[in-house]
């Protein structure tokens, strides 16, 4: 399977703690975007990434939030000193973006549920 | 404004019928237009793509756009079970982001 992939599935952790996730895209795709959602809301946008260009982050994201896309595939998204407001479901997909398609198609991985205790 | 904007729902179809979701928008340059299915605790799942004014079908499902009212609705014939999900309208918006309305819980009736 060449879907979008993510890991950890879970993660449990103590308010303060650093925590780190992973997202490996569609091979193909040069686009890679970060999503954060809550119970009964739509995915929020975090921050996106064409090839290893951090493109835009959105201005919600407090300082503790980093993403790195280093060589243009998978990407990491780290959150520092973790507050029990960031309690969701982080969410990954990629697409084809810019020169390479108009429509900017996103497919999602199956997303990272964080809980902070 | 909210940028996407649809009904929160439930919405209960019995099965066999014409399930309609409807959604708005703000940004009157977006130019592609989603609707995503998403299972309760599993990640939203593409479904149809618009990026023309009218009607577009792919098996049960039919897209429907109109710049002009800003409007986007799905469709769903010959409603089953398991389309029993929460709908999320999104929209690509400023920067090349997709933004999401909140999703239409739909609730289809045996």
């Known amino acids: 399977d060449t879907g979008v992939s993510q890991d950890p599935r879970h993660k449990i952790t103590k308010r303060g703690q650093n925590v780190t996730f992973r997202c490996d895209p569609i091979?193909?795709?040069?686009?890679l975007y970060w999503y954060r959602q809550t119970l009964g809301q739509g995915p929020e946008f975090l921050t996106y990434?064409?090839?290893?260009?951090?493109?835009?982050k959105s201005r919600l994201l407090s300082d503790r939030f980093s993403a790195e896309r280093p060589k243009g595939s998978f990407s990491t998204l780290e959150i520092q000193r973790t507050e029990q407001g960031d309690s969701a479901m982080y969410l990954c997909?990629?697409?084809?973006?810019?020169?390479?398609?108009?429509?900017?198609?996103?497919?999602f991985g199956p997303g990272t549920r964080l809980t902070v205790l | 404004q909210k940028e996407v904007e649809q009904n929160s729902g439930p919405l209960s179809v019995p099965e066999g019928a014409i399930a309609s979701l409807n959604c708005t928008y703000s940004d009157r340059v977006s130019q592609s237009f989603f609707w995503y299915r998403q299972y309760s605790g599993k990640s939203p799942e593409l479904i149809m793509s618009i990026y023309s004014n009218g009607d577009k079908e792919d098996g049960r499902f039919t897209a429907q756009l109109n710049k002009a009212s800003q409007y986007v609705s799905l469709l769903i014939r010959d409603s089953q079970p398991s389309d029993s999900a929460t709908y999320l309208c999104?929209?690509?918006?400023?920067?090349?982001?997709?933004?999401f309305g909140k999703g239409t819980r739909l609730h289809i009736l045996p």
């Open positions: 999104a929209v690509n918006g400023p920067g090349d982001k997709i933004i």
């Open positions: 997909a990629s697409s084809l973006g810019g020169v390479l398609s108009s429509y900017n198609e996103q497919f």
């Open positions: 990434f064409q090839n290893e260009a951090q493109l835009e």
């Open positions: 091979s193909e795709h040069n686009r």
